[in-house]
């Protein structure tokens, strides 16, 4: 099996990168590598989920430090993740794994020595369901108005048969006969005592007189599940929205995990955004930047109305204000920064071409001013 990559080498950065640059790298990353632009690409499509997996361990300060002291051993065996997603587990137990022994056990009585307990004790046989990922594509009018949205998953619910308690009709929860309600079972091995997981209760330390037929024990089955979504207004690229409790169902009734919706902004045939502002380029005529006159410019709020003066080069920038992407918190709005990009025609009748040539021999050979980058005239917009 072919080793996991780096986490800040999938996303380009270095390890002491700040949450700003991983956030940059991932949105960079994120639009080149996206099904849409790669459509039918296996290769991209891996990349690009590789790529969430990444930005979801690291984005997280916990999870970070996590990665950043134990490695992939901190998301091994998929804790808390769910399916599709870096979960995360307890990171001791990589020093368990270093005390196994020939038989495949864990020296789990040594370390729980060490670092305090005695074992297992009897526990609750019920157990805390899995989280979900699930990623949705969204139109950026979507982002910027709001929107309601219905998904439908596919994930363990509790069992209907049994309402979740894995036991058929009846039947009572028991310790488990074999490690008698400690989930382990204990061997010896010289001088040591080397620990397992209950093969039977697989370290429930319970079990149940009678296994439940339909869902065999476990308190829950697999269904579809139609989920309503409220997706807020200014929401960024990259973005996770937390579904509280429609995760997966817990084992034998336990508590319900939570889904993560992560949210993809499809790219926009006009307009393209840079967190709360958008750009755009403009056509406009020849006659009315050199006339001057007034323009219709769409915005995602409506029309517009831009007055266009005598001499406007090819490249000036206009700021429409409020004509942008709300912010998250609803605390503003971006502005809006259309380039003027004058529109050449590319055929023109014999009356049309004479009075071209007529007007450029009036015109001489006057060459009009250099002017600024679109990028420099916009950057000038924050100064």
């Known amino acids: 099996m072919a080793s996991k990559r780096d986490y800040y080498e999938i996303l380009g950065v270095a390890k002491s990168a700040s949450a700003e640059d991983i956030k940059k790298a991932y949105r960079k990353l994120a639009v080149k590598l996206h099904p849409d632009k790669n459509p039918g690409d296996k290769t991209a499509e891996d990349s690009f989920k ?6 979801e361990a690291v984005s997280d300060p916990d999870k970070r430090a996590a990665y950043d002291r134990f490695g992939h051993a901190a998301f091994a065996q998929g804790g ?35 670092f305090g307990g005695g074992g297992r004790q009897e526990q609750d046989s019920r157990q805390r369901g899995s ?10 009018e979507e982002a910027a108005f709001g929107t309601d ?30 490690c008698g309600g400690k989930g382990q079972v204990i061997s010896s091995r010289g001088f040591f005592q080397v620990s397992q997981t209950c093969p039977r209760c697989r370290g429930t330390g319970q079990t149940v007189e009678r296994p439940c037929g339909n869902c065999k024990g476990e308190g829950r089955a697999e269904q579809r599940t139609r989920i309503k979504l409220k997706i807020p207004r200014g929401i960024e690229d990259g973005s996770r929205l937390r579904s509280t ?44 930047v050199t006339l001057g006159g007034e323009l219709t410019v769409p915005t995602l709020h409506g029309d517009a109305v831009l007055k266009i003066t005598p001499g406007t080069q090819s490249g000036t920038v206009f700021k429409l204000r409020a004509k942008g992407m709300p912010l998250l918190d609803g605390s503003g709005q971006g502005d809006l920064l259309a380039r003027v990009v004058v529109a050449v025609p590319q055929k023109l009748t014999a009356e049309q071409k004479k009075k071209l040539e007529e ?8 060459v009009p001013p250099p002017h600024k980058s679109f990028l420099e005239r916009a950057k000038e917009f924050f100064q």
């Open 359 to 366: 007007f450029a021999e009036l015109l001489g050979h006057e």
């Open 80 to 114: 808390g993740g769910g399916r599709g997603g870096g979960g995360f587990h307890d990171p001791f137990d990589i020093f368990r794994e270093a005390f196994s022994g020939a038989a495949g056990g864990t020296a789990a009585g040594i370390f729980e020595q060490f």
């Open 149 to 178: 949205k219905e998904i439908e998953v596919s994930k363990l619910s509790a069992c209907g048969t049994c309402n979740g308690s894995g036991a058929e009709k009846g039947s009572r929860v028991v310790n488990c006969h074999t």
């Open 50 to 55: 590789e790529l969430g997996e990444a930005y």
């Open 245 to 288: 409790g429609n995760g997966e169902a817990g084992i034998r009734g336990g508590p319900t995990g939570d889904l993560y919706v992560v949210i993809h902004i499809k790219e926009h045939e006009v307009f393209e955004r840079e967190e709360s502002n958008l750009y755009c380029d403009l056509p406009v005529s020849f006659a009315m």
């Open 131 to 140: 989280d979900l990922r699930y990623d949705m594509q969204i139109t950026l």
